[in-house]
């Protein structure tokens, strides 16, 4: 297969797609910051993002429960179901496959990773 002449068209895509690569990898570089580390005794109470949060031993066999949180929080690996109460709070449920720590996301993809002893 012949080689293609470089074209200026052809070369100011290829410059405008590394730039596009190299942004993207020095912002991601620029936003990152370590997981948090969080450990408690279930049931317990941590601060995340500034709130008091309740982490509790939900009504179902084996789940956990987090109260009050945000709807764009999520669970790495588990499904989590979201609830509202009368007061508009909301509470995070979910079933953990470890028993002794969970990883949080929140709205601000900061991660907080949370270690439950006496589980």
């Known amino acids: 297969m012949p080689a293609e002449k470089l074209t ?44 008091n949060t309740q982490i509790t031993s939900g009504e179902a066999a084996d789940s956990i429960s987090l109260f009050p949180a945000q709807k764009s929080w999520s669970i790495i690996g588990h499904s989590a179901q979201i609830e509202k109460n009368q007061d508009g709070q909301t509470k995070l449920t979910f079933i953990p496959e470890n028993r002794d720590q969970f990883t949080l996301i929140t709205g601000t993809h900061k991660k907080y990773i949370i270690h439950l002893k006496n589980r």
């Open 8 to 51: 200026k068209q052809r070369l100011i895509h290829i410059i405008v797609i590394l730039t596009i690569l190299s942004a993207a990898f020095f912002w991601r570089t620029y936003r990152y910051s370590a997981p948090e580390q969080l450990s408690c005794d279930a049931p317990c109470q941590v601060s995340i993002e500034g709130q």
